[in-house]
């Protein structure tokens, strides 16, 4: 796909926010474009099955007949795959990013390439697509994604190595955009979900954090903004893996809060995943366990509430957006965290704190959004 116009954007932009329908006035109304300019522009966008134009329509007053202006969705397709971790799916939709196809493949940790290689056979043969029709193609993906190369590291398909994924773009003849997941599921929400901010910033299930600044995603030279876990807390905390002491992911490591609340749980939770063993302390202090605990878990959501309210002072940000897949994330530990951030930040008064419900079905539709954010010129 050849990127559209800024002026181009501009009205498919509004077009897309106006699921409705806009005619020229209104959409002269919306962007602020010379008449000349958005006659000239919607036919360009006709001839590229971007936007479609209904009949014209009779006025009841004594104006000229109007045609509606609208989102072509029948005529182009986008698509993407999510890469989780024992998982990936494959999806196809329209431009609202409605799903049209969609396919859940297994792979291991070894071959995630391969079966990334294997997306165009899928396509063909599950949907009976063809990849090359397919405007824009996302891959959501774990780890630090660096825009310009189109390389990952640090995900759990790369390990110690960097992995290119910019060529796929090529021989799929497609156009390619890789998404960190994180990034990723901020953008959906933000155009196909709920969260109304062009100012953001999103923590997901580890601690990895999104930034959206004046509607854009914020990544910092190569990608690497948003690591929310390795704020560092207390210089003489626990040690973290990233090679410093008092991360906010060194607290909240399952291994050292296992040892540091060994007193206070039962014997057996020790055994338990590290996933059940998170989930089962917050539903410990949902269902108000002893004083002791108590204490040492409110200080634990105090660390974690001084370095959300350190971001969102720095930044100015009004809105946080939580993965309610966090376990601190849930229940009584988040009403405790909500309480503390709103007292320490100094903007309290905008601040607003939203828990994200992540479901199925926003998973699937994330690769989507990020082909249309791709159109719309937005990340
Ligand atoms: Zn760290």
């Known amino acids: 796909m050849q990127d559209l116009s800024r002026a181009e954007q501009q009205v498919f932009s509004v077009l897309w926010r106006n699921k409705k329908g806009l005619t020229r006035k209104s959409i002269a109304k ?9 006659s ?13 134009e209904s009949d014209p329509l009779p006025t009841t007053d004594k104006g000229r007949p109007y045609s509606i202006l609208k989102v072509n969705n029948e005529k182009l397709l986008i698509g ?63 780890g630090i994604v660096d825009e310009v190369t189109g390389s990952v590291i640090k995900s759990f398909y790369t390990p110690k190595k960097m992995v290119n994924l910019k060529h796929l773009g090529c021989e799929w003849k497609t156009t390619l955009e890789i998404e960190n997941d ?12 709920s969260i109304p901010s062009k100012d953001a910033m999103y923590i997901d ?18 990608g690497g903004a948003g690591e929310f876990g390795h704020l560092q807390i207390d210089p003489s905390g626990p040690q973290c893996w990233c090679g410093k002491k008092g991360c906010v992911s060194a607290y909240f490591d399952p291994k050292n809060l296992k ?7 039962p014997n057996s939770s020790q055994k338990m995943n590290d996933h059940s063993f998170l989930d089962f302390l917050s539903e410990m202090y949902s269902e108000n366990h002893s004083k002791e605990f108590i204490r040492l878990f409110e200080q634990l959501l105090d660390k974690l509430a001084a370095a959300i309210t350190n971001v969102v002072d720095l930044l100015g940000l009004e809105t946080i957006v939580l993965n309610n897949l966090n376990p601190f994330f849930s229940g009584k530990a988040v009403d405790y965290l909500r309480k ?30 990020v082909s249309i954010a791709r159109i719309l010129g937005v990340i």
């Open 340 to 369: 503390k951030v709103f007292e320490l930040s100094m903007r309290h008064a905008e601040l607003e704190m939203i828990i994200l419900k992540v479901t199925e079905q926003k998973l699937l539709r994330t690769p989507l959004a």
């Open 40 to 52: 000239r522009v919607i036919q360009q966008l006709k001839e590229k099955k971007f936007v479609k």
């Open 30 to 38: 919306f962007t602020e474009l010379s008449k000349a300019t958005i």
């Open 205 to 222: 299930r580890e601690f990895g954090a999104s930034l959206v600044l004046n509607g854009k995603i914020f990544r910092g030279p190569h």
């Open 259 to 265: 040892q540091n609340f060994s007193d206070l749980v």
């Open 80 to 142: 993407g795959v999510y890469i989780h971790s024992k998982t990936m799916n494959v999806v196809l939709g329209d431009l609202s990013g409605r799903v049209k196809h969609a396919r859940s493949l297994d792979h291991s940790r070894n071959d995630v390439l391969e079966k990334l290689y294997e997306l165009p056979k899928i396509t063909g043969n599950s949907f009976e697509e063809d990849m090359s029709k397919v405007l824009v193609f996302s891959i959501v993906t774990p």
């Open 182 to 193: 994180a990034n990723a599921l901020l953008v959906s929400e933000m155009l196909l979900g």
